[in-house]
C-alpha cells in the first residue's frame, strides 16, 4: 500500500479549493461528531435500544447491508443532479460506519471525502476534515504504518495542508528503517510543499534528494530532482538560485548525450540572466541554445531564440538588432513551416516599425502578415484594420509605385534565398556587443545606423528550400570568427 500511495501522492496537483472562510455551524458540526449510538433521537437505521447494548451480529448485518443500499441511493441522486439529497444520504452513512469500528469508519471517509471534494462541497469537505482531525490526534502516538499511511491518503484528499505536512514527517521517521521507502516518503513531502507554494521547504527536500541521488550515483533520480528544484526556484521567482542548478543539470545533459534537451535548458538560464539583469550572459546562453537548437533541426527553439533576442533589444532600444532578429524569425518559421509563426513575427516587425515611425516598411509587414491571416482564416480583422489605416495615410501616387515596383510574395522569397541561405545550411551567429555589454552608448541614437533592415517577404505556400550544393561545414562555434 505504500509504495501505491506514495506513487499517486506524489503526481497529485494543485485543485480549485473550495471555500474554508465560512464558519461551520457548531450544532451541525456536533451532530455529525457525536456518537451514532448514543444520539437522540437515533438515526432511523439503527433498532431501538431498550437497555444500553452493542448491536447484535444479526442487527450488525442488516445495517450494513442498509448503509450498502443508501450509498447506491446516492449515488443515483447525484447521477440525478440532485447533489444536496446525495450528500444527506452521504454523510449519514459516514457517521453510521463509525459503529463499525475505525477501519470502517477511515473507508467511508476516503471514499465520500473524495466525492465531496470532487463536487466542490466545502462543508461537507470541513465537516470530515474536523473529523479525521479528531482520529488523527487519537492514532498517531500509537497507530501502525499502513494505518498512518491511511490516514495520510485521506487527509490529502481533503487538501488538510497542516495535517498532511505533520503526518508525512511522522511517515518519514517511522520509515527511517527502509531507506527507499523513506525517500519515497520525502519526494511526497516536497510535492506537498510544492502544492501549497511553500517553496523555500520544497528546495530544501529537493537538494537533500539530490545530494541523495549523487551519492546512489542514480543518473535518472538526479536528474529529476534537479527538475525539481529548478521548479521550486522558477516559482519563488529566485532566478540567481535557479541559474547553479541549471548550470548542473545542463553539465548532466552533455556528460549524458542529452543533446536535444540542451537548447530549452539554455533558453531558461538566457531569461533567468535576463531576469536579474545580466545582459551578457543571457546573451551568451541565447546563442549557445541558437546554435546547438540549429544542428539538431530543432527549429522551433531556434524560434524561440530569436523572438526573445529581438524582444530584449527592442526593449533596450537597440531598433536595428531588434529588425534583424524579426527577419531572421520570419525565416526560421517559414523553416518549421510554423504558419502561425511566421503570421507572429510579421505583426512583431509591423508594431516595431510602427515604434519609429518607418510606416512604409510597417505596411509592408502587416501586408505580408495579412496574406497568412486569410490563409489560416486567423486574426485576419486585426491585419486588415492595420492595413487599412497605415494604407489611408498612402497617396495614390505611393500606391501605384508600389504596385509597379513591389515583386510578389513567392519572388520576394525565392530571390531573398539567393542571398541568404536557409538556416541548415548558413546559420547565422548571434554574438554580443564588442564588450559583452549593453551600454548606455548602444542605446543612443547615434548608435542605431540610419540603413534599417528591410521587411524580408515571404509566402504562404509550400517552397521547396532544400539548397541543391553539398552541404557545408558545420556552424561556426560561439565566438568563433566567420
Known sequence: MGQRLVGSLAVL?????????????????????????????????????????????????????????????????????????????????????????????????????????????????????????????????????????????????????????????????????????????????????????????????????????????????????????????????????????????????????????????EIDMARNFRAIGVYPQALQYYNLAYVTAQSLQLYGHVSTVLKDLGDLYAEQGLTNEALTMYNLLVRAEQQAYNQHGILEAYDRLGQLYLSIDDRDNALVAFRAGLAFSESLQYREAYFRGEVAKLSLDRTPEDTVEAEETEPTLGDSLREELKDNPPFDVAPVEIEPPDDGELSEEDLTEDAIPEELPEVEVITDETIDVTPEEPTPEAPPAPGSDN
Do not use: C
Open 13 to 265: 496537483t494543485l485543485m480549485s479549493l473550495p471555500a474554508y472562510g465560512q464558519r461551520l455551524d457548531p450544532v451541525l458540526l456536533d451532530a455529525f461528531l457525536s456518537d451514532p449510538l448514543e444520539e437522540e433521537p437515533r438515526d432511523p437505521l439503527l433498532p431501538t435500544a431498550v437497555v444500553d447494548r452493542p448491536l447484535s451480529p444479526l442487527e450488525l448485518y442488516a445495517l450494513e447491508l442498509a448503509l450498502f443500499q443508501l450509498d447506491a441511493e446516492a449515488r443515483a441522486l447525484l447521477l440525478a443532479e440532485q447533489p444536496d439529497e446525495a450528500f444527506e444520504l452521504w454523510m449519514r452513512e459516514v457517521q453510521l460506519r463509525r459503529v463499525f469500528g475505525l477501519e470502517a469508519e477511515l473507508e467511508a471517509l476516503s471514499r465520500i471525502g473524495q466525492q465531496a471534494w470532487n463536487s466542490q462541497r466545502s462543508q461537507e469537505v470541513r465537516l470530515m476534515s474536523v473529523r479525521l482531525e479528531r482520529i488523527w490526534e487519537a492514532e498517531k502516538e500509537s497507530a501502525t504504518l499502513e494505518r498512518v499511511e491511511t490516514i495520510a491518503t485521506i487527509a490529502q484528499t481533503l487538501r488538510m495542508r497542516d495535517t498532511s505536512t505533520e503526518i508525512y514527517q511522522q511517515l518519514i521517521d517511522m520509515t527511517a528503517a527502509d531507506t527507499l521507502t523513506q525517500q519515497g516518503w520525502v519526494v511526497v513531502l516536497a510535492a506537498h510543499y510544492l502544492q501549497w507554494f511553500d517553496f523555500d521547504n520544497a528546495a530544501q527536500l529537493y537538494t537533500q534528494l539530490i545530494d541523495r541521488a549523487d551519492i546512489q550515483g542514480n543518473t535518472l533520480e538526479h536528474t529529476q530532482y534537479l527538475k525539481d528544484l529548478i521548479y521550486s526556484y522558477q516559482q519563488a521567482k529566485d532566478y540567481a538560485q535557479a541559474l547553479p542548478v541549471q548550470t548542473e543539470l545542463l553539465r548532466l545533459y552533455r556528460t549524458t548525450a542529452q543533446n536535444d534537451r540542451e537548447p530549452p535548458l
